[in-house]
């Protein structure tokens, strides 16, 4: 495991116990994300939110703009000449019933589910394969629409879906390693403005708790989301 490895033991002892600047704490993670592979880096986002309750649940999707330097692999359930116009558009596998089938065998050969209105009541009952996997076709992600054309665009572009986990921690991936500095703090702004803007209703006392980025193989680095916070703001008002 890389916890344990020589070389993650190394590289976390370049890393100190504080908050760092965000361009600061980027920079160290492309340091130290030294594996042979073109590192995913990731942001880990923890709120004070409990996502037990319904007032306190975050689901959305964040467009990073600089991408997210990974081929998603899209999955469309539709039917139809909307068929026709999935494929068009450069989605990966398209289906009707058939295809929910395939799905409720577990074979899931995609990164995204995009489902057209007509189709949930056949998607429904894919819930407990989808569910736990995050893949779920939803409206208030853009996953559930008659627009595929554009929706299956914008995801392959760098949208993706976002949503708390039970600790009420986003994990998200904000871009690869071989990305500039500059960019992945480009994604890591767009990040932080979209968690501020769809702040659930329900959410109490202090919003933010940590952020903290980090890369496939390296330790993470913990960031100064106020910092990150006073970015915007700056930018903003420019």
């Not at 689901?59 to 909307?82: C, F, M, N, Y």
């Not at 407990?128 to 853009?142: A, E, F, S």
Request: charged share 25%.
């Amino acid at each position: 495991m890389p916890s344990t490895s020589k070389r993650f033991t190394a590289l976390a002892a370049r890393v100190e116990d504080r908050a760092h600047a965000p361009l600061d704490a980027i920079e160290l993670v492309k340091a130290n994300a030294t594996a042979k592979f073109d590192e995913t880096i990731e942001a880990h986002v923890r709120l004070g939110i409990d996502p037990k309750y319904a007032d306190q649940q975050l689901r959305t999707t964040v467009a990073l703009p600089r991408g997210s330097g990974q081929d998603v692999r899209v999955a469309v359930i539709t039917r139809g000449e909307k068929v026709a116009e999935a494929r068009a558009a450069g989605a990966d596998l398209v289906g009707d019933e058939q295809l929910v089938d395939t799905i409720a065998r577990g074979e899931i050969g995609f990164d995204l589910l995009i489902a057209t209105p007509d189709m949930m009541p056949r998607v429904a009952k894919l819930g407990r394969v989808l569910g736990p996997r995050g893949l779920m076709p939803n409206p208030k992600t853009g996953t559930v629409t008659t627009n595929l054309a554009a929706a299956i665009a914008e995801f392959k572009a760098g949208k993706l879906e976002m949503r708390a986990d039970k600790s009420g921690i986003v994990h998200i991936r904000c871009g690869k390693a071989s990305f500039s500095s500059a960019d992945l703090l480009d994604n890591l702004k767009a990040l932080q403005d979209t968690i501020d803007r769809n702040k659930p209703s329900g959410a109490k006392g202090r919003y933010w708790r940590s952020l903290y980025v980090t890369s496939t193989m390296g330790p993470s680095v913990q960031v100064d989301f106020t910092a990150l916070q006073d970015l915007l703001i700056d930018a903003g008002e420019s």
